[in-house]
């Protein structure tokens, strides 16, 4: 099958975008490893699918999948590039859509700069229903990692996030601790694992080990964790740079119950049409 996308990142977050709004189809897990293989395939963290909307009173419909294959409910980073995409093919009217996704509706809005923001919706931070296993609501909690206890905040921005403060992001092994946080038995859909330094009260560096992908030049909904964590703990105000190896994202937050903004940079980098092979890795037929 021949499959035409668009290479796009947002802040070094990558991802392959594909409309299916006109021609509905399904990617295989198979499929979407091959396209996020940097040797075989095209590249990319995340396989974005542009599908019509399901619900009344949204525009599109939002489905990401990680790097292994797996389907995921959220990703900021993704949704800035996903606006960007319908919004370069006239897909989509006007600077602001409602776009559904697994975990909910997210309003992104093109900027006069070029930038887009997001409204990420409301933190879960209950337990329950980030999944995370612990008895009770608490600011931290004490998460043992490779046999190091770690003290981190655990919430939901519509996927499960832990979130611990470091000294120096360029110093923390995440590479060790990012796959030991990532599959902990706490959380029972796996999570992501972010490590923040705060530079200023407006201002924090980090590094998240993004499940089912590894470690991300930027994750947006983690710079969403990060920063509201960061609030709830005290050691932020918003609104927050949030600087990632691969640019800059500002979070803007104004307490418990009231949805994140995020805003940050989209870019499509090139266009190109691929050939999927097929799980006995032959050539699928083009359609």
């Known amino acids: 099958m021949k499959l035409r996308f668009a290479k796009m990142q947002g802040a070094g977050n990558d991802f392959v975008v594909v409309d299916a709004t006109r021609t509905p189809f399904l990617l295989d897990a198979a499929a979407v490893r091959h396209l996020c293989d940097r040797r075989f395939g095209v590249g990319c963290d995340q396989v974005l699918v542009v599908e019509s909307p399901r619900t009344p009173g949204t525009d599109f419909f939002y489905r990401i999948f990680n790097a ?39 309003v992104p809005r093109l900027e006069a700069d070029g930038q887009v923001t997001v409204n990420m919706g409301v933190p879960e931070l209950d337990p329950a229903r980030i999944p995370f296993l612990a008895p009770a609501r608490a600011l931290s909690y004490p998460l043992d990692v490779a046999g190091t206890v770690r003290e981190v905040g655990a919430l939901s921005m519509g996927n499960p996030h832990a979130v611990q403060v470091v000294a120096s992001t360029e110093a923390t092994p995440v590479a060790l601790e990012g796959p030991a946080i990532e599959s902990h038995p706490r959380f029972p ?48 105000d918003s609104p927050v740079r949030v600087d990632t190896r691969g640019g800059s994202l500002s979070i803007a937050w104004a307490g418990e119950g009231s949805p994140v903004f995020m805003t940050g940079p989209a870019q499509t980098v090139f266009e190109g049409e691929i050939e999927l092979p097929d799980p006995a890795g032959r050539p699928r037929q083009a359609a």
């Open 68 to 106: 292994d294959g797996g389907e995921v409910q959220q990703c900021g980073n993704g949704a800035r590039c996903f606006a960007r995409f319908v919004s370069e093919r006239g897909l989509a009217r006007g600077r602001e859509i409602r776009v559904e996704t697994a975990a909910g509706v997210i």
């Open 189 to 236: 859909e796996r999570v992501n694992a972010g490590f923040m330094q705060a530079l200023d009260r407006h201002a924090i560096r980090l590094r998240v080990y993004e499940r089912g992908s590894g470690e991300t030049l930027a994750c947006g909904t983690g710079a969403c964790a990060a920063v509201v964590w960061g609030i709830l703990r005290g050691l932020l």
